[in-house]
Nanobody
Framework: VQLQASGGGLVQAGGSLRLSCAAS????????MGWFRQVLGKEREFVAA????????YYADSVKGRFTISRDNAKNTVYLQMNSLKPEDTAVYYC???????????????????WGQGTQVTVSS
């Protein structure tokens, strides 16, 4: 599956952004989709993930209650709604996909084998 992320930009602290990740292929519904982020010079970290069919979600503690991951299987798209943004949310955000991933592994970056290009999110204070 090929992934194309979009929706990044510059926003003030407290603001909102919605990222989108469009996927190619006819088996999108069988993929667990995840969002990760990376600050220059630091390791890429998990943000959120959603299952293929049931819609089960999993979040990093740092974004829980502020970010919401969702998907539209008819449009082959996964979203990341980001509210109450903080300067520390500034990063390049990546979407990723993996078929048939166990829920216990949703946050494990090494389990994802399909990656999109990143989209920059900058939150000013």
């Amino acid at each position: 599956v090929q992934l194309q992320a979009s929706g990044g930009g510059l926003v003030q602290a407290g603001g909102s952004l919605r990222l989108s990740c469009a996927a190619s292929g006819r088996t999108f519904g069988s993929y667990v989709m995840g969002w990760f982020r990376q600050v220059l010079g630091k390791e890429r970290e998990f943000v959120a993930a959603i299952s293929g069919s049931s819609g089960s979600t999993y979040y990093a503690d740092s974004v829980k209650g502020r970010f919401t991951i969702s998907r539209d299987n008819a449009k082959n798209t996964v979203y990341l709604q980001m509210n109450s943004l903080k300067p520390e949310d500034t990063a390049v955000y990546y979407c990723a996909a993996r078929r048939f991933l166990d829920y216990s592994a949703y946050g494990m970056i090494w389990e994802y084998d399909n990656w999109g290009q990143g989209t920059q999110v900058t939150v000013s204070s």
